[in-house]
Structures are given as C-alpha cells and as structure tokens.
C-alpha cells in the first residue's frame, strides 16, 4: 500500500551523504502532527512525513505492525528515499522499529519517541466502542464538531485529537478508516511475536517525556536485546506527546542524534 506523503526539503540541493528522514505519526495522528520537526529537519534535509494506513489522506485496509512496515517500506521505494533515517512516535514508533528489525537496510538510524518494543500504549483514549457509528448530522463545523463528540470522549485533548480525523462542511463524517482501527486495537496495543535473536543493530535512540508511562525500567531488558546500539533520553516537564510539550528540546535531541550518524 502506497501511503500519502507530505514531503519538505531545503531549498538548495542536499549534501551529498544526506540521507532522507521519514516521519510516522501516532494513533489517530497524521503527517502534519509531526509539523515542527519536520520544518526544522527540512533546512538541510529532504523529509518525508506519511499518512499511515487509515489515517489521513492514506488508503484504508486491515492494520499490524509488519502490514504498516511494508506499507513504509513501499512508500520509501516508490519516493526514492532508501536507505533513510525513520523517526516514529508512539505507533509509528512500533512502525519505525518493526520496519527496522525486518528491514535493517532500508532503515539507516533510527528513532523511536515514548513507546516501546512491548504490550502498551494508547490506553489512556478511553473511545467508546461505537464511536465508529456516531450519527452525523447534515453540516457540521469545527465549533460543532467538539459539541458533537464531547457526550463520547470527556478529555479535551483526545477530542480535539479525534476532531481532526472528521470532515467537516456538508456532508460530514469519519475521514479515516475508524472501523479497521477499532478493530485492530489489540493488535496495535501489542507487540508481534519475534523469531529469537532477531535485533536491529543500527544506530537507534528512544526518547520518553519524563511524565509518561509508556517507557518504563521494565522495558530496558528488550529493548537492549533488539536495539543493543541504543540509548535512551528523558525530557522533562513533557508527556506522551513529547514533540508537541517540548517542540524545542525534542528537536535538539534529533538534530544532535542526527549529526553523529556517520
């Protein structure tokens, strides 16, 4: 599946040497989440940041991790940007890193925020079961649209992460393939069972808000067996969406990491 990308550069042509970066967005995310980092990666660098299967302007199917990997992995062929460097958060972590693991040539380094190799994540939606049903009515806003979901989803800020995958205007409704998300939320929650010994020996870092439990000490032991050239940075005052609490700090982070890959 070839998914939709929204693809930045510098304005003069690129060191030579100066691999790609792909961004992967989280659950219910889509490219342009990952906005800030990708302008900034954008002076000197090409960067392509991916709608992932149903969400944003990407086709919708049946979604695993190893069916989204293929799915990168085909993109980055037909953009001609492989080898590349692949930036993933929370799901497009998993992405990012099972990519990785089954396809170490394609991916270069690698960079994996707030989730790890492991059962976890995204349990803190709390998404009614029949959000997928939500009955729209013949116009709708975006005033409208959190009117709409605030009976569904009381947090603000999933709502307002929901808000964003609903067209909106005449004729309104879900813009991404919501059924097949809901369906496969085991399997997003999880982490596929891998054959033993199977590692990723690239360069690779993790990055955590220090506010979030989705990295935690009990994730160091796997991690360190799939990932053995890795290392791990906390940020603090951040959350799960460390590059939203801190655009500035995460972006050294990654410009640094960047620099140091031979």
Same mark, same amino acid.
């Given at each position: ?13 690129? %060191? ?49 991790? %190893? ?196």
């Amino acid at each position: 599946m070839l998914l939709n990308v929204s693809e930045r550069g510098p304005e003069h042509p690129t %060191p030579a040497g100066a691999l790609p970066v792909v961004l992967l967005h989280g659950l219910f995310g889509r490219a342009r989440n990952l906005g800030f980092v990708q302008r900034r990666l954008a002076a000197t660098r090409r960067t392509l940041a991916m709608d992932l299967r149903n969400h944003g302007s990407s086709p919708h199917g049946p979604m695993n991790y %190893p069916a989204m990997a293929q799915d990168v992995l085909d993109t980055m062929l037909h953009n001609t940007a492989c080898p590349a460097i692949v930036l993933g958060h929370s799901m497009g972590g998993k992405t990012a890193m099972m990519l990785a693991l089954s396809q170490p040539t394609a991916v270069r380094a690698l960079i994996v925020v707030d989730i790890a190799p492991a059962q976890g994540g995204f349990d803190r939606l709390d998404l009614p079961d029949n959000l997928d049903s939500l009955a729209f009515p013949p116009h709708l806003d975006l005033h409208g649209t959190n009117d709409l979901l605030r009976p569904y989803i009381a947090n603000d800020a999933v709502r307002q992460l929901m808000a964003q995958n609903i067209r909106q205007g005449d004729n309104p409704g879900w813009a991404i393939g919501l059924k097949d998300i809901l369906a496969a939320m085991p399997d997003l929650m999880s982490w596929p069972q891998l054959p033993p010994g199977l590692h990723y020996d690239g360069p690779t870092l993790f990055i955590r808000g220090e506010d979030s439990a989705y990295i935690s000490p009990a994730n160091y032991p796997v991690m360190k067996a799939l990932f053995p050239n890795h290392r791990l940075e906390s940020i603090s005052g951040a959350g799960h969406w460390v590059h939203a609490d801190a655009p500035r700090r995460f972006t050294e982070l990654v410009e640094d990491f960047l620099a140091h890959i031979p």
